[in-house]
Every structure is written in C-alpha cells, then in structure tokens.
C-alpha cells in the first residue's frame, strides 16, 4: 500500500527546504512555491487520474511561531 | 470508537505534531499534511494552496487578527477523511483561507502552512492529546458529533 505521507518524512530536506512537494508513488514529482505548484498538480492530475497526489510543505530549519 | 495516534514528524531537527489526511473538495481528493494548533482559533489553507486542492473561494468572507495584524479570510468547505491502520474518521469541516494580496507572495511564510485549529477540528474529538515526551498527538473522536 502506497504510503505517501511515510515518504515525505524522509525526502531530502536540503534539497527540497521551504518548498512544497507533490508525490506520487511515495515519490516526489513535483515542487516549487505555492504559485507554481498550481499548474504542476494541474498536469499531474490529468496524467494520472485514478491517483490521489499527495501535497505539503517541507519547512525551513527555522523555528515557527503559528 | 478507534483513537488515532500518530508521532511528530521531525522537521529538519524540530519535532511537530503534523498529521496526515485527505481533503475532498467537490470530488477533488488530495492528501496533504497539516499542523495541530492549539493556538490557531480554525482549520486555515494558504490561498495558492487551496486553489491546488480545488477549493471554491465562494463562501463569506470573515476578519481575524493575526501576528502580522488583520487579515481577511474566505470560508470554504471540504470533507477531510483521517486515516490509520485500517480505522476512518470522516468530517464535513469549515476551512478559511486567507486572501489578502500583501500575503499571497512566495516570499510571505506567514500563512504557508496548514494549520487544523480547534474549530472545528477540536471539536470532533473528546480529546486531543499531545504527549510532548513521546512526541505523539493521540486524537479520541467524540461519539456525539455527528
């Protein structure tokens, strides 16, 4: 069973620091800002339709006050 | 009624209780992760965000002070569905996403993050438990919510 959320605790925080990710697969398709995310999850969903992306934020090694 | 318990993931050497789940907008599913907020008084979505899970902007629009002072928000409705280990939650839930232009750069981290705030995700559970020492949140949903 894909497990997407177990996957994006271990994607490269490096490399992917304060930017959003799409994955598919447990794998990492797609990333940006929350601007250029938006057409990216466009095309994703239109090639795979029977897939539910998952979407979240890597955050930056900075404290957070929410 | 199942309880759900889920560790902090940890973040670049910081720990927090961000969760898993799947929102369903207008028959749009998207699985995402978003951040238990005792501090934050709703379920808030950052704009762009939204937009990607396929979110109407339709509702009413609400005021709130934040950090950074008064914002302007657009209520929105989704179902979101928790899962784990076979067990399922299911809640029709009220989200705001702030739509003010001056927060809506890349370059504005304020509101870029999925905040699930008490109401109404606090609301569906009896209990939401954060366990600081094991880092796990364990949420008991409330058998009379509907």
């Given at each position: 069973m894909v497990?997407?959320?177990?996957?994006?605790?271990?994607?490269?925080k490096d490399e992917y620091c304060g930017q959003w990710v799409i994955m598919l697969n447990e794998k990492v398709v797609a990333h940006g800002s929350p601007k250029a995310i938006k057409d990216k999850m466009k095309?994703?969903?239109e090639q795979h339709p029977n897939e539910i992306p998952f979407l979240a934020k890597v955050p930056k090694k900075i404290l957070q006050i929410v | 009624m199942p309880?759900?318990?889920?560790?902090?993931?940890?973040?670049?050497?910081?720990?927090r209780p961000k969760i898993p789940f799947l929102v369903n907008a207008n028959g749009v599913e998207t699985e995402t992760a978003g951040l238990i907020d005792s501090g934050s008084d709703f379920i808030l979505i950052p704009k762009d965000i939204a937009d990607t899970m396929g979110i109407e902007l339709s509702g009413s629009i609400e005021e709130a002070d934040?950090?950074?002072?008064?914002?302007?928000?657009?209520?929105g409705i989704v179902t979101i569905i928790i899962k784990k280990r076979g067990k399922k939650i299911l809640r029709n839930v009220k989200i705001h996403i702030p739509i003010d232009e001056k927060i809506q750069s890349d370059e504005n981290e304020k509101f870029d993050e999925i905040l699930l705030g008490r109401d109404p995700f606090f609301k569906y559970f009896l209990k939401v438990e954060f366990n600081e020492n094991k880092k796990r949140v364990r949420l008991i949903p409330n058998r009379r919510t509907p």
């Open positions: 497990d997407n959320f177990s996957a994006f605790t271990e994607v490269p095309k994703i969903r | 309880t759900f318990s889920f560790g902090y993931i940890k973040e670049k050497g910081i720990s934040g950090i950074g002072g008064k914002i302007h928000l657009r209520i």
